[in-house]
């Protein structure tokens, strides 16, 4: 089992950048496949980019493709979103998760990860 504690949300002007980790507090997450989503208020939760374990492969949604990197760092047991040229309609919880299986067809699908994180406020103004 993984708990996960994401930090790096705040609020940020249109056009500005925030980084995003996603750390283990318990157990590891080396093992795991890695992914981020975020969550606005009335809004479904949204996939955002997804990690293999090796950190070689990795899959982003549309809106947020050139913009968002997902990285990840096994000596720090972290997971990282760089997140630039934010805009305000990226205003969201952001959470992370983790899963065993590396699939290229459902990894957007949230109920398919196992633990996540509590989650972290982003806010982008205009």
């Known amino acids: 089992q993984v708990q996960l504690v994401e930090s790096g949300g705040g609020l940020v002007q249109a056009g500005g950048s925030l980084r995003l980790s996603c750390a283990a507090s318990?157990?590891?997450?080396?093992?795991?496949?890695a992914g981020w989503f975020r969550q606005a208020p009335g809004k479904e939760r949204e996939f955002l980019a997804t990690?293999?374990?090796?950190?070689?492969?990795?899959y982003y949604a549309d809106a947020v493709k050139g913009r968002f990197t997902i990285t990840r760092d096994s000596a720090k047991n972290t997971v990282f979103l760089q997140m630039n040229s934010l805009k305000p309609e990226d205003t969201a919880t952001y959470y992370c998760?983790?899963?065993?299986?590396?699939?290229?067809?459902?990894?957007?699908?949230?109920?398919?990860?196992?633990?996540w994180g509590q989650g972290t406020q982003v806010t982008v103004s205009s």
């Open positions: 990690i293999s374990w090796s950190g070689r492969s990795a």
């Open positions: 318990a157990g590891s997450v080396t093992t795991y496949v």
């Open positions: 998760a983790v899963r065993t299986l590396w699939t290229t067809s459902d990894y957007s699908e949230p109920s398919l990860y196992d633990y």
